[in-house]
Structure formats: structure tokens, C-alpha cells
């Protein structure tokens, strides 16, 4: 169904994973996630990379492996937070495919990203205070995506069914997925 990779960009707690996986149920097609391709390529946790090899060998295998990714055939792919500012992701992800930023408040973020304790980054000071200057380092990148999909605390299929009603009403909608006339973009209750 899906002829260009849809890729979620965000910061940590947008909920790139979580609505990737029913994006692409939806969808009919394949998840990645790029942390997850990232930790299965390094043979260890994103935390221990950061640890033991800092944050630009990081960036490194990231960039590799999300290149690697999006080109291969077409599925909704969910990238690190960090993964579009790099120039090079993001020429790849123009070229193959088409982003989507998830944007959310900060107050919702913090909420969110307390659920885990492997953030790296959220272990180089205040959480809050870190949140913060990530947003307003990332945001004006962020904007270059193709689409923007703001992720209030709604049900997660709430926002994908968003996101699909937003590619269908899209002039290159024919580009993105075949038949886009024929996809139901109605809130899914199952």
C-alpha cells in the first residue's frame, strides 16, 4: 500500500514507536524502529553506546543504519530523536521518503519520557531543564519535515488517524500511497 517509507521524527516521549507500530497496522506494513535496528547492529544498548563510545560514534551508526533503512521498500519507520538533525538523515529521508514530525507540549513530554530510565540524554542534568534546550534546538529542524502532527494526550489511534486524513489530503497523496481515495481514515476502534 505505501510507496514512500513514512518516517516519524520527534523528540523522545512524541510517541514516534508506539504510533509507528499502529500506523503501520493500519497501514498494512511494515514497523521499524530505528533505536531497535540500532541496538540489534551494535550488540548493545543505546545507553552503553553513549557510555562507552560517546554520542557522536552514536550518530555515527545511526546515520548508517537509518540509511540502510529507509532504502529498503517502504514501511513506517521511527528514528531517535536526534536522528533528523543530521543533514545527511535528513537528505536521505527527502529523497526516500516522507517525514513526519510528532510534536508535543513539553508538560506531555516529561510526563512521558518518566516512564523510561535508559534516555541517555536525560541523564546529563534536570530533565526538564535538558527538555527544554532540546526543544529549542530541534524544533526549527523539526519544522522542515514534510508534515507536522501535533500528539496532545489523545489515544494513540486518535493521532494516527490523523496522520493518515493529512497524507490523503495531500496534492502528492498518489506518491505516498496507492490508492489513498480508498483508505479509511476514520478512528479505528479495535
Known amino acids: 500500500m505505501l510507496k514512500r517509507t513514512l518516517v516519524l521524527v520527534g523528540l ?13 497496522v493500519r497501514l498494512d506494513t511494515p514497523f521499524h524502529d530505528a533505536d531497535q535496528a540500532i541496538e540489534e547492529a551494535a550488540g548493545c544498548s543505546i545507553a552503553d553506546i553513549f557510555e562507552r563510545h560517546g554520542e557522536a560514534a552514536f550518530r555515527d551508526v545511526e546515520r548508517k543504519v537509518i540509511a540502510r533503512l529507509i ?49 541517555p540524554l536525560l541523564k546529563q542534568g534536570n530533565p526538564r531543564e535538558v527538555m527544554s534546550r532540546l526543544m529549542a534546538e530541534r524544533h526549527p ?28 489530503e495531500r496534492p502528492d497523496a498518489d506518491d505516498i500511497i496507492a490508492d489513498p481515495g480508498g483508505l479509511d481514515v476514520a478512528v479505528a476502534t479495535a
Open 141 to 168: 529542524i523539526y519544522a522542515e519535515a514534510d508534515m507536522t502532527i501535533d500528539t496532545p494526550d489523545a489515544l494513540h489511534v486518535v493521532v494516527v488517524a490523523e496522520i493518515l486524513r493529512k497524507i490523503t
Open 71 to 119: 532504502d529498503g521498500p517502504p514501511h513506517v519507520l521511527a528514528t531517535g530523536g536526534g536522528a533528523f538533525m543530521d543533514p545527511t538523515t535528513r537528505a536521505a529521508i527527502r529523497e526516500h521518503g516522507l517525514s513526519i514530525w510528532l510534536r508535543a507540549e513539553l508538560q506531555v513530554l516529561l510526563r512521558r519520557v518518566q516512564r523510561r530510565s535508559d534516555r
Open 12 to 24: 523522545m516521549g512524541a510517541g514516534k514507536s508506539s504510533i509507528g507500530r499502529r500506523l503501520a
